[in-house]
C-alpha cells in the first residue's frame, strides 16, 4: 500500500526478505520430513537448520525447540497440569499468571478454573514480586507464567528475580517472551525460565509458525496438546509447516544483529513521544517510568475515544492500534491498563504505537503531524473524536 506509515510493528511485523527467500525455497521441497527417503531427508534438513536457528536466538540447544502453529498454540502446550520433571511426576495443581499477560495465557490452558490465581501488577504495569512470594505458600508443583514484556506497554518484567522465587518453592516458570524477541536479548539460561515461547510474524517471520521452547530435557510435558504421528518428538503431532518454519529459522538468524537496530528505534520512539507531549502535556505515556521495549509506545488523552482515533490516523495514512490485536477487530478496554490501575476515562482512549526496522525519521514526523490535527479536533470536542 503506497504512502503510508506503519506503526503496529507488535501486533505483527513485514516479512524480512531473508524469510521470504527461505519459505520460497522449502516450498520446492516435495518430501515429507518424517519420511525416510531422499526426499524427506531434505525436508527434515530444513527443519532442523531451522531449529538450530530459532535456538540460537533465544540462547537454547536445539533438541528443546518444538514448532507449533502459533504462539498461543505454544502458550497452550505449556500451561498444562501435565509437566513432569525428574524429581516431580505428580501434575501441576496450581497456575499462577500475572494480570497483564496476553489473552492466550489469561486463558489458563489445561488447568481447571479453580486451580488459576492471579499475580497483581504495580502502577507501572511489572508485576509485584512481593505478592508472589506468598502466592506459592500453598504449593510446592506451581507453574507460574509471566511474560518478558507487555504486548500493550513495552514494559520489560522482573523475570530472572521472580524465577528465583518460584525455584526456591519448587514451582516451574513458563515465560511468554513472543512480543520481547529481536527486541531486547533474550536468553532461556539467563531468565532462569524453564518454558519460554516465540512467535515468528513478531519477528518478521511469517504468521501461522510458533516454539515452544524448554530449558531442558529434563522437563516433559506429559500429555501434548495435539496428539497423532508423534511428530516434534512427540510433544506436537501434525505433518510439519515446513515453508513456514524455514521462514521463521531465517528471520531467527536475522535477528541477531538487533542490538544497534533497537538503539535506532529507541532514539525514534523518544522523539515520538517528546514530540506527542509537546502538541498534548497532559497525554499519559503508561509505563514511561521504568524499563520499556525501544520500540513501544501507549499512550491516552483524557476524552479521546480510541476507536476513532484508530480510525483518524488510519485515514491520514498511518497504521496505529487500540492495543493487542488478537480481539477479532473488537476494541474493548484493556486488561492491562485496567491491572494498573488506570482510570477508566484513559482505558477508553489508550492507543498502541509500536516501530520496527523500516521506521524512518520521516514516519515519525508525519506520526505528529497528524496528531496535531487529532488533538486540535479534541480540544474542540469534535464528534467522533471525543468520548
Not at 190 to 216: E, M, N, Q, W
Not at 310 to 325: C, Q, R, Y
Not at 330 to 346: D, I, R, T, W, Y
Request: aromatic content about 4%; some cysteine; proline content about 5%.
Amino acid at each position: 500500500m503506497p504512502d503510508r506509515s506503519y506503526f503496529d510493528w507488535n501486533a505483527t511485523t513485514p516479512l524480512r526478505p531473508a524469510a521470504r527467500e527461505a519459505m520460497a525455497e522449502a516450498l520446492a521441497v516435495a518430501g515429507n520430513p518424517s519420511s525416510v527417503h531422499a526426499e524427506g531427508r531434505a525436508a527434515r534438513r530444513v527443519v532442523e537448520q531451522a531449529r538450530e536457528q530459532v535456538a540460537a536466538l533465544v540462547g537454547a540447544k536445539p533438541p528443546d525447540v518444538f514448532f507449533t502453529s502459533s504462539g498461543t498454540e505454544a502458550n497452550m502446550l505449556a500451561l498444562t497440569p501435565a509437566i513432569e520433571t525428574q524429581n516431580e511426576k505428580q501434575p501441576r495443581d496450581t497456575l499462577l499468571i500475572s494480570a497483564i499477560e496476553h489473552s492466550s495465557v489469561r486463558a489458563g490452558g489445561r488447568f481447571a478454573h479453580k486451580a488459576i490465581a492471579d499475580l497483581p501488577v504495580d502502577g507501572e504495569g511489572r508485576v509485584d514480586l512481593a505478592a508472589l512470594k506468598p502466592a506459592l505458600s500453598g504449593s510446592s508443583r506451581a507453574l507460574v507464567s509471566i511474560m518478558l514484556a507487555n504486548n500493550e506497554t513495552g514494559v520489560i518484567q522482573p523475570v530472572a528475580e521472580a524465577a528465583s522465587v518460584v525455584h526456591a518453592t519448587g514451582g516451574l516458570l513458563h515465560v511468554d517472551a513472543i512480543q520481547a524477541v529481536g527486541r531486547i536479548p533474550v536468553d532461556i539460561g539467563t531468565l532462569d525460565a524453564d518454558f519460554l515461547t516465540v512467535s515468528a510474524h513478531k519477528i518478521g517471520g511469517p504468521k501461522g509458525v510458533g516454539a515452544l521452547v524448554r530449558r531442558d530435557d529434563a522437563l516433559h510435558v506429559a500429555e501434548p496438546l495435539i496428539r497423532g504421528g508423534g511428530q516434534e518428538r512427540g510433544m506436537r503431532a501434525g505433518t510439519e509447516n515446513v515453508p513456514g518454519i524455514a521462514a521463521f529459522g531465517a528471520a531467527a538468524a536475522a535477528v541477531h544483529g538487533f542490538a544497534s537496530e533497537a538503539g535506532r528505534m529507541r532514539a525514534l520512539r523518544d522523539k515520538l513521544e517528546v514530540g506527542l507531549r509537546a502538541i498534548s502535556p497532559k497525554a499519559v505515556i503508561f509505563g514511561s517510568g521504568t524499563d520499556r521495549l525501544p520500540n513501544t509506545t501507549l499512550f491516552a488523552v483524557e476524552g479521546l475515544r480510541a476507536e476513532t482515533a484508530v480510525i483518524a490516523f488510519d485515514l491520514e495514512g498511518i497504521a496505529v492500534s487500540s492495543g493487542a490485536a488478537c480481539s477479532s477487530g473488537k476494541v474493548q478496554p484493556s486488561h492491562v491498563l485496567a491491572a494498573m490501575g488506570v482510570s477508566p476515562a484513559l482505558l477508553r482512549g489508550a492507543v498502541r504505537v509500536s516501530l520496527g526496522w523500516t521506521t524512518t525519521e520521516t514516519d515519525v514526523e508525519r506520526f505528529l503531524n497528524a496528531w496535531i490535527k487529532l488533538a486540535t479536533a479534541l480540544s474542540k470536542g469534535q464528534s467522533g473524536i471525543a468520548a
